[in-house]
């Protein structure tokens, strides 16, 4: 579960194997429904973190069934990019260095850098 940095978007990750993407300013109404409901992973998300440097952007992680971390353009509810993985336990963003890096269940972090998402270091231990 994360807020977006301008906090107009909320997006959950769930065990149905879907995230959804609500609006702020329907939260609350009579009408609550999801923008978007992201359906691409084939296993439980376990990871969401909207990038603090790109509003337009999520990145989510996939648990044992899924492993892939998926980006996602929240304005269209379009997927960018995959990346195969492993299991994600996590995912954060550094905006000074424009850079994603995500925990895995084997006991791994991998530093990911913007805009291609190409891998620069793996931390393991």
């Known amino acids: 579960l994360h807020w977006s940095h301008n906090q107009t978007k909320l997006a959950s990750g769930s ?4 995230v959804r993407v609500w609006d702020e300013s329907r939260l609350g109404s009579n009408t609550s429904e999801s923008l ?11 990871a969401v973190q909207f990038c603090n440097f790109k509003s337009s952007l999520l990145a989510t992680g996939g648990g044992m069934q899924c492993k892939t ?8 509810g379009q997927l960018l990019k995959s990346i195969d993985t492993g299991s994600v336990n996590g995912i954060v963003f550094n905006s000074d260095y424009k850079e ?7 006991g791994k972090l991998v530093i990911w850098k913007h805009p291609n998402y190409t891998e620069v270091a793996k931390l393991s231990g």
Do not use: P, Y
């Open 15 to 18: 065990g149905d194997n879907t």
């Open 36 to 46: 978007f409901v992201l359906d691409e992973h084939v296993g439980s998300v376990r």
């Open 69 to 76: 971390i998926k980006m996602w353009n929240v304005n269209s």
């Open 100 to 106: 994603m890096m995500s925990a895995h269940a084997c």
